[in-house]
């Protein structure tokens, strides 16, 4: 059984709720100092906040399942996933959530030293900046609420920790040059919200730290 724990700064007349995720059993030093810079500069755009910490489920994209179960049920207006070993720049939340797209994420390295990162981008604009991108991470991603309800409707509905949840989050196959191969619960969860009609867009200007042996930047 995982335990959800939640902290709420509801600001009223607030046009903007932000429900941060967090699917962690531990907690690395880079998101913690991160988060707390971060909430006090959300609050002072008059945004109302709730932080959300789900500790120990063995399965991620079970722990984002529920997450999103509770953000439905929440006032929350935007859905940001943030995981528990990656920091931002001061102000990043904000660059999301002032973004026009439905799904706004950043690209923080792999903790393997390769330099790689785990996003798939599209064309670039015509400033140089890629923005459009056909598969990005959950670890720091901001999704409007609208777009979980048409994947909610084509969800099958699970029990989990006592509760009847959307499967949304889970893992997959995709058809490639080299035949099926799987892919994980956060590119799975692209490929629908873009079959649902979404577009995903990369912010490549912030700057992260993917905290593994040492912070990868």
């Given at each position: 059984?995982?335990?959800?724990?939640?902290?709420?700064?509801?600001?009223?007349?607030?046009?903007?709720?932000?429900?941060?995720?967090?699917?962690?059993?531990?907690?690395?030093?880079?998101?913690?100092?991160?988060?707390?810079?971060?909430?006090?500069?959300?609050?002072?755009?008059?945004?109302?906040?709730?932080?959300?910490?789900?500790?120990?489920?063995?399965?991620?994209?079970?722990?984002?399942?529920?997450?999103?179960?509770?953000?439905?049920?929440?006032?929350?207006?935007?859905?940001?996933?943030?995981?528990?070993?990656?920091?931002?720049?001061?102000?990043?939340?904000?660059?999301?959530?002032?973004?026009?797209?439905?799904?706004?994420?950043?690209?923080?390295?792999?903790?393997d030293g390769s330099g790689r990162f785990?996003?798939?981008?599209?064309?670039?604009?015509?400033?140089?900046?890629?923005?459009?991108?056909?598969?990005?991470?959950?670890?720091?991603?901001?999704?409007?609420?609208?777009?979980?309800?048409?994947?909610?409707?084509?969800?099958?509905?699970?029990?989990?920790?006592?509760?009847?949840?959307?499967?949304?989050?889970?893992?997959?196959?995709?058809?490639?040059?080299?035949?099926?191969?799987?892919?994980?619960?956060?590119?799975?969860?692209?490929?629908?919200?873009t079959a649902a009609g979404f577009k995903?867009?990369?912010?490549?200007?912030?700057?992260?730290?993917?905290?593994?042996?040492?912070?990868?930047?």
């Amino acid at each position: 059984m995982s335990n959800l724990t939640k902290a709420e700064f509801i600001q009223p007349g607030s046009d903007v709720h932000v429900y941060i995720a967090t699917p962690a059993t531990s907690i690395a030093s880079n998101f913690h100092v991160s988060l707390m810079r971060e909430i006090p500069r959300l609050l002072a755009a008059r945004h109302s906040v709730t932080y959300a910490h789900l500790a120990g489920h063995c399965h991620v994209d079970d722990a984002r399942n529920l997450l999103v179960h509770d953000f439905l049920q929440s006032g929350a207006t935007d859905l940001l996933f943030w995981d528990a070993d990656v920091a931002c720049e001061p102000g990043a939340s904000l660059k999301l959530l002032n973004d026009p797209g439905d799904i706004v994420g950043g690209a923080y390295p792999l903790k393997d030293g390769s330099g790689r990162f785990p996003v798939r981008l599209g064309a670039e604009t015509s400033d140089g900046m890629t923005r459009e991108a056909e598969s990005l991470p959950t670890g720091f991603l901001r999704v409007r609420r609208d777009v979980f309800w048409p994947l909610v409707k084509e969800a099958q509905t699970m029990g989990l920790d006592g509760q009847m949840v959307p499967i949304i989050f889970e893992r997959g196959s995709i058809e490639t040059e080299h035949g099926l191969e799987r892919v994980g619960g956060d590119a799975n969860f692209c490929r629908k919200a873009t079959a649902a009609g979404f577009k995903l867009y990369c912010d490549p200007t912030i700057i992260f730290t993917h905290q593994g042996p040492v912070d990868f930047a």
